[in-house]
């Protein structure tokens, strides 16, 4: 799960992309103020074929606001969700992408995370598993392949530590 961003055609961002007063007004944010224009190029040869525009990451993905609660909310619900499918966890990529005001909001959304998986996994032999993608490349690289390639078979919980500067303090979640 990347929960830095989504797809520009998931419903919210199709309302966010209207820019009108509402929901979704916040869901998403801009990576620059400035509304850039496509590059001219005299040669059309030569034309950026690669540009996109600036609140896009890659692709056609957009940038989700960490810093809205309801946009927390709705996240929690999608991890509950997949939970109540019977999902084991969820593996969270780009966590360093997170576009927040506060990175208290972060650690924040982390905790919430953790709740979810906790309530899930109250008086249930399920294994529930959040890891970050920084975790497994650290495991990759300081174990050998066989034992990697079985670790998911071992494992009950991972609770991956991040420490966040959080108010001038640094805070290990």
Do not use: C
């Amino acid at each position: 799960m990347n929960p830095s961003v989504t797809s520009d055609q998931h419903t919210w961002a199709a309302h966010w992309l209207l820019h009108r007063p509402g929901r979704y007004e916040h869901y998403y944010v801009n990576v620059t103020e400035d509304e850039e224009e496509p590059p001219l190029e005299s040669n059309p040869d030569y034309s950026d074929q690669s540009w996109t525009p600036p609140h896009r990451t890659f692709g056609n993905h957009l940038y989700l606001n960490w810093s809205n609660t309801h946009l927390q909310r709705e996240m929690r619900e999608v991890m509950e969700f997949w939970l109540s499918q019977g999902v084991d966890g969820f593996y969270m990529k780009h966590l360093e992408n997170l576009h927040v005001v506060d990175e208290a909001h972060v650690a924040s959304a982390i905790h919430q995370w953790r709740y979810v998986l906790d309530k899930y996994s109250v008086n249930s032999t399920r294994k529930i598993l959040m890891v970050s993608h920084a975790t497994m490349e650290h495991l990759k690289a300081v174990m050998d392949s066989l034992s990697y390639m079985t670790l998911p078979s071992f494992i009950d919980l991972v609770d991956a530590s991040i420490n966040l500067v959080v108010n001038g303090s640094v805070q290990d979640i």
